[in-house]
């Protein structure tokens, strides 16, 4: 895949798929600074359901201790709107969103907690952790 970066001003593009946001969201890590821990919460997430093709809504909390490289933010959210034409399901995106920030910045250890926003009653939290 050529390497695609962000504009540093102006409207963010719509990504083309959650592959291109993967490599975008590595491609745009710096050097991390000396902190010991990185939380974002991202209060609008949206996803799509794999058999309805439904929306789902919720929001996604990324914690991670960062080794060499950081997250930079601009970044997480053209990956997170990549979402928005995947279908997935809500317990394979924590797993998934866990596995690219590895891919993309080796963190000493990343915790992704994935929440649906009710549907029919049922609201739901997955989690995935993935450490050194």
Do not use: H
Not at 18 to 44: C, G, M
Not at 83 to 91: I, M, Q
């Amino acid at each position: 895949m050529s390497e695609y970066y962000l504009p540093r001003s102006g409207p963010m593009p719509r990504p083309e798929s959650s592959q291109q946001a993967k490599e975008v969201l590595k491609q745009e890590s710096f050097p991390a600074p000396n902190v010991q821990e990185v939380t974002f919460d991202a209060l609008e997430f949206t996803s799509v359901c794999p058999k309805t093709s439904q929306p789902d809504f919720g929001s996604v909390t990324i914690s991670y201790v960062p080794d060499e490289s950081c997250i930079e933010s601009k970044s997480l959210k053209f990956y997170l709107w990549s979402f928005r034409d995947e279908g997935a399901y809500c317990e394979s995106l924590a797993a998934q969103i866990a596995d690219d920030i590895v891919y993309a910045i080796d963190p000493k250890r990343v915790d992704v907690t994935v929440y649906q926003t009710p549907r029919g009653g049922i609201k739901l939290k997955t989690n995935a952790v993935r450490e050194k």
